[in-house]
């Protein structure tokens, strides 16, 4: 395996309080990994230490080899790491041509038409709300708009919380084949999911946060089948048929 | 009470002239207000600055009237930059209160400042155009005002092509409608921020340089200005650039058409009860607001 990321004892947080404590581990190049935990155990946090959005208080993060945990969320973006916040992440009076536009802001623009056509097709329903606002999208057409924005970028790192939330099952179901999509073409993902069983389902591994700690880390199928993650986070007994 | 048709049309022009200076001042602080959500008390002393740099630089240049105002912008938009990385900079935006004490707190320190090396007496600024004039019929209007109105519609025109095409301008929108979503797409937030600061800054010394052949130069000339800038962005929606243009050429006409028929004093007056009188029957401002809305 190749090691995409490494995290090595990661300690960040917001203000003087850390939330994420001593966190260490690695992501293999075109995996899919769920970050799975109860409100407030770091999920997110750890998302945001990843793009830089919070502050570093000690351990490192490398990057392809580089140590990026000083470096600006700009440059990280420049580097391939992109991050979809949880949440309505647009710009609500802007157009979705013009959302797109900002999308590509770290590209040159001579590329900026082509990645858009690329990912336009990857999601024709943008193409046909194109000047709309996109305060006026639908909850799910919004969550794709704002993966849109980043994969113009053509990242090798996607950073996604809560991909599905607010979605229906049909557009869940249409978010998990679009994550599984993009990682098997190498890109690396590393999600975090209200919808636990849907998202263990296309991931390679499974680790589980406490209190801004790891709890547990392993293949996505074994962290399923554990009594104790079943009863905390699948509602004790979940029915094999998805 | 003569009501002839010239003494009203000179009026309306020189409503319609005061109000696009106040536009300019007020579009930059509600640029300045939408990207770093800081109301920049120094604003008026940034147009002040502009008007000093003119009445100094003009006779340096023998009078040439563009390459000074030139001058009075790229200056003013260099304090700018200079006000960013010093302060404003240092202001996260959600901290409101010390936003307002510290840039209230700059303005006082640039007033006094300017009293005391340019002393209070105000100056008579001379231009290359004197008090020559364009003549239509019986209309007649200085150059320095014609030229002042012309100014600032064209500083209107650049400012809305560069929000609405340039992708600085859209990075600019993009950080006042979702600070997140601006990080989520890699747009440096300080940078943009530096930069809208020293466009804001350069269309005051714009609107300062402009309005000093035109009214007197002296150093309470932004404190004139300020609060009716502030309340024009609140009125015209905070952060909606157009709502902010619309009410500040309102208001120059207002301001005109009330100091040409009353006492000087009701000027004033009239203009911060309207201005009373439209906050509290509505609210929000007259427009829609908030996200560097551009049309």
Redesign the interface.
């Known amino acids: 395996m190749t090691v995409a990321l490494a995290i090595e004892a990661l300690t960040a947080g917001y203000g003087e309080t850390p939330i994420v404590r001593d966190f260490s581990t690695s992501l293999a190049r075109g995996s899919i990994t769920t970050l799975i935990g109860g409100n407030g155990a770091g999920k997110s946090t750890l998302l945001r230490a990843v793009?830089g959005?919070i502050r570093w208080f000690a351990g490192r993060i490398l990057w392809q080899g580089e140590e990026i945990h000083a470096l600006?969320?700009?440059e990280r973006?420049?580097r391939g790491i992109?991050?979809?916040?949880q949440g309505?992440?647009?710009?609500?009076?802007?157009s979705v041509a013009?959302n797109l536009?900002?999308?590509c802001?770290?590209l040159p623009?001579r590329l900026h038409a082509a990645r858009v056509e690329r990912v336009c097709a990857l999601f024709p329903v943008l193409r046909a709300k194109w000047t709309l606002a996109a305060g006026n999208l639908s909850g799910g057409e919004q969550q794709l708009l704002?993966t849109a924005?980043?994969l113009v970028?053509e990242p090798q790192l996607l950073l996604l919380d809560e991909p599905s939330l607010g979605l229906s099952p049909k557009t869940q179901a249409e978010v998990f084949a679009a994550v599984r999509a993009i990682a098997a073409t190498g890109v690396t993902v590393l999600v975090v999911e209200q919808n636990v069983h849907g998202a263990l389902l296309i991931s390679d591994t499974a680790i589980v946060m406490e209190l801004g700690r790891k709890f547990m880390e392993g293949p996505a199928a074994q962290v399923r089948g554990d009594a104790r993650i079943r009863e905390a986070y699948l509602g004790g007994n979940i029915k094999e048929t998805t | 009470m003569n009501l002839d048709t010239t003494y009203l049309t000179e009026l309306l022009l020189n409503g319609l002239m005061v109000g696009l200076l106040y536009a300019l001042v007020a579009a930059g602080l509600a640029l300045v207000f939408g990207v770093l959500h800081i109301i920049n008390f120094a604003h008026g002393e940034l147009m002040m600055i502009g008007g000093f740099v003119m009445a100094l630089v003009l006779p340096a240049l023998g009078l040439s009237y563009w390459p000074s105002l030139a001058v009075a912008a790229l200056a003013t938009a260099l304090a700018g930059v200079v006000l960013y990385e010093l302060f404003l900079s240092r202001l996260g935006p959600r901290e409101f209160e010390r936003s307002i004490l510290v840039t209230l707190g700059i303005s006082m320190v640039l007033l006094y400042g300017a009293q005391y090396w340019f002393s209070a007496t105000p100056r008579i600024v001379d231009t290359q155009y004197g008090f020559e004039g364009l003549e239509i019929g019986d209309i007649r209007m200085t150059w320095t005002r014609v030229i002042g109105g012309g100014v600032a519609v064209l500083a209107f025109g650049g400012l809305y092509a560069t929000l609405r095409w340039t992708q600085f301008g859209r990075a600019m929108r993009a950080i006042a409608q979702n600070r997140e979503a601006a990080a989520m797409v890699g747009i440096p937030q300080h940078r943009v921020a530096r930069h809208a600061v020293a466009l804001a800054a350069g269309l005051c010394g714009l609107a300062g340089g402009a309005l000093a052949p035109i009214q007197l130069v002296q150093p309470a000339m932004g404190q004139a200005v300020i609060f009716k800038a502030f309340a024009l962005v609140v009125i015209g929606g905070l952060g909606n650039i157009p709502g902010a243009v619309f009410a500040a050429i309102a208001l120059g006409m207002i301001e005109s058409w009330v100091g040409g028929f009353f006492d000087i004093v009701w000027q004033e007056t009239s203009v911060f009860l309207i201005m009373i009188v439209a906050v509290i029957l509505r609210p929000d401002g007259l427009f829609q607001r908030g996200g560097l809305r551009v049309g």
């Open positions: 793009y959005t600006a969320p700009t973006l420049r992109a991050f979809v916040p309505r992440c647009n710009f609500p009076a802007m013009e536009k900002l999308g802001y770290t623009s704002e924005m980043v970028t």
